[in-house]
Structures are given as C-alpha cells and as structure tokens.
C-alpha cells in the first residue's frame, strides 16, 4: 500500500507529465486518474510507484531526496556527493559556477571563457573583459579570431582555424554529397574508404607516383621498381592478420604491439596509415624540409599550414602538386 505522500507525488508527477488514458468522451480533455501502483516503475530510494518511466525519471531529477546522474545511471547521498561526482568523472564537462554540465570540453570552454571571463592557457578568472582583452589575451596568446578561444601555440591556433572555414570544396566522387574546407581534408576522406566513389588510399598512392614522373613528392627510396619499370609502394601489397596474432589475451600487432580485443580491430590498424611507409616528401627543391610522411593528406596538410621554409615557395608548390594530384579525381568517380 502506497504512502499518502506516494499518492501525492504520483498526482503530481501524473499532473505535469500527463497520461495516455483519457475519459472516453472524446470532448473531454481530462484525464483518468493515475495508475497508483505499477512495480515495474518503482523508485529504490523512496519505495514509491510510478505510471511511467517518464514520471519515474522525472521523480528522480525533481526531488530533493534524489542526486542522480542520468548519465551514467548513478545515484548519490548528497548534492555535494553529485558535484563532485561531475567535477571528477572524465564523462563530463562541468561548471561549477553555474552547476551545469555541457555535451563536451569544447562547449565548456567556450562557456567559461564567454561568461565568467576564463582563459584556458593560464587557467586564470578575470576580473573584467577588459582587464583580459587588455592586459592579457591578445598580448599573451594566440587567440581564435572567430571564437574566444586562446592556444598554446601557433601551431594550435592554425589548427584550430582550419574548423571554421566554409566547406566548399566538394567531393568529386560519384553519389558522395560531402565537402570539405581544404584540399588536405577531401584527400583524407577518400583515403580513408569512406567515400561512396570507393576509393582507397592504395588507389591514391598509386595515381600519384604515376603522375609524379619527376619524383617532386614521391621519395623513391620507398618505392618498389617493378619488372616493367614502374614504381609501386610497398604497401600496395595487404596485410591481413589471423587468429595466430592471438597472444593470450589480446590480438597483437607484430609491427608495434598494439593490441586489440578484436581480429576486425586489428586489420582494420594493419589497413590503416598507422604503419604506411612514407614514400611521400616535403619537397626541398622548393625550400622545404624534407621531412617524410605516409599519407598524401598528411604531406598536403603540412604544406597548407606551411611550418617549414616551404611558405616562400607556396604558389610553386601548389601549382605542382595540384598537376600530380589531378590524375587522382578521375579515380573510381
């Protein structure tokens, strides 16, 4: 038998939340009273009924007696228990001032940093925008000019731009309605086999060490020479792990010793640029760095954000690398 005070918390409940039985007459917009007892829908901290697992859920954010984090379906003895919860658990994104968690870290940032004057670098509170806009962002740190956001570093910064530029770059590949903002990102799509057009990142090594006959990006001490005289890349040739890669308790990879509690897993690294050669190069005959790199996108997205000497020679560079990279639009489209 329900408590009276069950009986009035489920009125309640039934009151804001509403019922799915009406009166018959189909003019009348009251509703039946509430099914009183129903255990499927039983709250364990206060042994009450509820018609609905709706109106349990609502019981269990609404009253004071309860502390729960929907969540991760916890429940805690106190609020001070809860906050602390939320404040250590890697799962959320909260602020304390306000006590409200956000979806992610991001939106919490941009929250502190926009109403309670926070800079993230110094992990410092102003007293007033303009003591932070004068006296220390703009003079101290690299600042998002799109959002108030602060970096580290250059590098961070440039990065970070890269996501508030307009996606107008459409990809060519048949039935593919995506678009990117930068060259670097549209490559990276179709290496990664998820274009509708299905092309792969074996498909876009090989297009450009056949379209780069003068190995300007193309390092050919990678490459393998074929009995026809052309050049492939090792890793043309793929990679499959078996149930041998089983080491106990995990499937291993033999290359890095990673481990993965799936086989699937495990392939889908082995297919991956996580142990691609890098037959692709900065070029420093147009006063690059040389440095190496596995992917196409990850060599495009260094001379887009162009760290090394390679900015002085930008126009040459795109100019070049726009010729090899043309033979690769055609590929499965």
Avoid at 128 to 152: I, L, T
Avoid at 271 to 295: L, N, W
Wanted: aromatic share 10%; glycine share 6%; with cysteine.
């Amino acid at each position: 038998m329900l408590s009276w005070f069950g009986v009035i918390v489920n009125w309640a409940q039934y009151l804001l939340n509403g019922s799915d039985t009406q009166c018959a007459d189909s003019d009348c917009t009251a509703f039946s009273p509430p099914q009183l007892v129903d255990p499927t829908h039983q709250c364990a901290a206060c042994n009450i009924n509820f018609v609905s697992a709706q109106a349990l859920a609502n019981q269990r954010t609404s009253f004071p007696v309860h502390y729960t984090c929907l969540q991760c379906n916890r429940e805690f003895v106190s609020l001070e228990a809860r906050k602390a919860h939320y404040t250590q658990s890697s799962h959320h994104h909260y602020c304390e001032i306000c006590d409200e968690d956000f979806e992610s870290e991001v939106k919490l940032d941009l929250h502190l940093e926009i109403f309670h004057l926070y800079c993230r670098v110094c992990d410092v509170f102003f007293p007033s925008q303009n003591d932070k806009d004068e006296n220390h962002a703009f003079n101290s740190h690299h600042y998002c000019p799109s959002c108030p956001r602060g970096f580290k570093t250059e590098n961070d910064l440039v990065h970070h731009v890269r996501t508030h530029l307009p996606k107008a770059l459409p990809c060519p590949g048949k039935k593919c309605n995506r678009s990117f903002a930068l060259p670097a990102d549209l490559i990276r799509h179709m290496e990664s086999g998820g274009c509708r057009s299905r092309v792969t990142r074996h498909d876009i090594d090989k297009a450009v060490i056949a379209y780069d006959r003068a190995r300007v990006i193309t390092d050919v001490s990678h490459l393998l020479l074929g009995s026809d005289g052309e050049y492939t890349t090792p890793s043309a040739a793929h990679v499959w792990a078996t149930n041998d890669s089983w080491n106990g308790s995990a499937f291993e990879c033999v290359v890095c010793h990673k481990t993965f509690q799936r086989l699937a897993h495990l392939n889908d690294h082995l297919q991956s640029p996580a142990h691609a050669d890098e037959i692709y190069k900065c070029p420093a005959a147009y006063g690059g760095c040389a440095a190496q790199f596995g992917t196409l996108s990850a060599l495009v997205q260094h001379v887009e954000i162009a760290t090394c000497g390679i900015s002085k020679f930008q126009g040459q560079v795109h100019t070049v690398m726009d010729k090899i990279t043309r033979g690769t639009r055609g590929l499965g489209f």
